[in-house]
């Protein structure tokens, strides 16, 4: 699998000068997998791009698009993906309960009331809602992908992808305690996340002000830490990062997650997702 970032930010886009190296688009993650099928996590404000360059590069767009909940900065990207107005293209939509009524939501209804100036029907690429990974583990061109729910306000789903040897779990959006939902708790992500060559997880607020964003769906870097010493994890890459987080602030926040990980005698690696970044994993 080959991982690229197109968009990391949270909530909000949140460009400008103090956002540059890690980016101000909202979330959108592109994976490749060996057989060259695209699986593409969500279409916030960094599809956009992502559509600029598949375009650019002339490729045949038939993507997998992997919904983990509908909230807006989720979604919002999705009019402006210039390859769903192409008839060419082929979107296959699964993930979260709603995700695909989130979607069409954002455009123009043929009463006239939506938030988009044109109507969802007006899309010429073919998109068709798939609603299989609710009910159990698919295989998305030979990589299996399960699935957890997240502790976030309306609900939505993490992803574990495994290729051969090779996973990576992609939990975004998720509030870890004690006080989440039955199958939604610490120790059942732990479980999940258990040995992952790669776990990518929603760390948009820092120990000190989680405290006022109780209830909002969203961790902590330390939370996110604790998760993946205990998992096992061999790389952890914060996400969702907080719309007013400068660059030189995400990378004190790395830092400490590095002294952290050496207090624990762990040599996981530690990095904050930025824009345009590639993995192989």
């Avoid at 574990?160 to 199958?183: H, V």
């Avoid at 769906?217 to 998760?227: E, F, I, K, P, R």
């Avoid at 400490?256 to 192989?280: P, Y």
Wanted: proline letters at 5%; one cysteine or more; aromatic letters at 8%.
């Amino acid at each position: 699998m080959k991982l690229r970032f197109w968009g990391t930010r949270g909530s909000i886009a949140a460009p400008g000068k103090d956002t540059i190296r890690h980016g101000g688009n909202t979330c959108c993650v592109e994976i490749t997998t060996e057989v060259g099928k695209k699986i593409v996590i969500d279409a916030g404000t960094g599809i956009r791009s992502l559509g600029e360059w598949m375009l650019e590069q002339g490729m045949e767009i038939d993507i997998h698009l992997l919904m983990t909940h509908k909230h807006w900065d989720h979604i919002q990207g999705f009019p402006f993906f210039d390859p769903a107005y192409i008839p060419t293209t082929k979107i296959s939509v699964d993930g979260a309960p709603g995700c695909m009524k989130g979607l069409s939501a954002i455009f123009d209804s043929k009463m006239g009331d939506g938030f988009f100036p044109i109507k969802f029907e007006d899309l010429r690429a073919e998109i068709k809602h798939v609603d299989r990974i609710k009910n159990g583990p698919v295989e998305i061109g030979g990589v299996r992908i399960d699935v957890i729910p997240l502790h976030h306000p309306q609900g939505g789903f993490g992803f574990r992808f495994r290729e051969n040897s090779r996973t990576l779990a992609f939990i975004t959006d998720n509030e870890l305690t004690e006080k989440a939902w039955a199958g939604s708790r610490p120790a059942d992500f732990i479980r999940f996340c258990k040995d992952v060559d790669l776990l990518i997880h929603d760390a948009q607020f820092t120990p000190e002000e989680i405290s006022r964003h109780r209830g909002w769906g969203h961790s902590d870097w330390a939370s996110a830490m604790d998760l993946a010493l205990k998992a096992g994890v061999k790389e952890l890459i914060l996400f969702h990062h907080h719309p007013p987080r400068k660059d030189d602030d995400l990378d004190l926040i790395v830092s400490r997650c590095r002294e952290l990980a050496l207090k624990n005698n762990s040599d996981m690696i530690v990095h904050a997702a930025r824009e345009g970044h590639e993995i192989q994993i």
